[in-house]
């Protein structure tokens, strides 16, 4: 099971609708960061608004993925996290305090447009 | 006092999805809150993963418990693995010999409302329950 990729412009916009499994999780960050690559796209989305479980492994991908999309010079904001995932996560004890997340779809445009500016 | 059990073995990765759908669709069925079910599913994904991790394969059962007007969800995690060495070391946060986050067990013992941790030669059984409120 792979997770689509779409490219906007210079953005990546990614909506998660699939149970994550590990192996599908790690391949979801090489597939983004291949196709980061590829497009030369600055910016990712990754909306989170159909995800009801966050497990450990999971939320290790997914802060790992922000620091190698930074790595190679794009941004990524996460969205939608559902209130159940962000409780869950804190009670595991996992903050994603490196991890720029915004309420929303458009949110996250916007975060990322800010952050994109200011360099 | 009325009690259902069934179980998922744990053996290849998918199954660490596997047993927390179960789990997940058991605790709808008992009546537990969307918050719950999702504390409930996390757990037993970290569960399933240390199995599936440090002990290839395993087992966990689930068993339904009415003790009105309490229901509740036990959840035993359980395999024949190489135990583990240091329990208090594994019960701290950050503590990982996986290169993961280190959050699973302690994790585990704050998402749930009970949690006992029993691990030898022979290999490990966590017993954990998620209580609600009808």
């Known amino acids: 099971m792979r997770v689509p990729i779409l490219k ?112 | 006092m009325k009690e259902t059990v069934s179980s998922v073995a744990i053996k290849k990765e998918w199954d660490i999805v596997g047993a927390r759908q179960a789990g997940r669709q058991l605790s709808q069925e008992l009546g537990f809150g969307s918050v719950d079910q999702a504390r409930i599913a996390t757990a037993i994904s970290e569960l399933a993963r240390n199995i599936y991790l440090y002990a290839k394969e395993g087992e966990i059962t689930f068993e339904e418990l009415y003790d009105l007007p309490k229901v ?6 359980k395999d024949k693995g190489p135990g583990i060495n240091d329990l208090s070391a594994v019960m701290q946060d950050g503590y990982s010999t996986s290169g993961g986050l280190g959050a699973g067990l302690p994790g585990v013992k704050r998402l749930m409302d009970e949690f006992d941790l029993v691990s030898d030669g022979e290999g490990t059984k966590v017993t954990t329950i998620k209580w609600a409120r009808l």
């Open chain 1, 8 to 119: 906007l412009h210079n953005y990546l916009l990614v909506s998660i609708q699939i149970e994550l499994d590990d192996q599908t999780a790690m391949q979801f960050q090489e597939d983004l960061l291949s196709k980061i690559h590829e497009t030369g796209a600055t910016g990712v989305v990754i909306d989170l608004t159909s995800v009801e479980v966050v497990d450990s492994f999971i939320a290790k991908v997914f802060g790992d993925v922000v620091s190698m999309a930074d790595l190679m010079g794009a941004k990524v904001v996460f969205t939608g996290i559902q209130p159940a995932v962000s409780m869950t996560l804190i009670e595991l004890g996992i903050y994603l305090k490196e991890v720029p997340t915004a309420l929303d779809l458009e949110q996250g445009i916007i975060k990322l447009r800010q952050e994109l500016e200011e360099k």
């Open chain 2, 72 to 77: 509740g969800l036990k959840i035993v995690a």
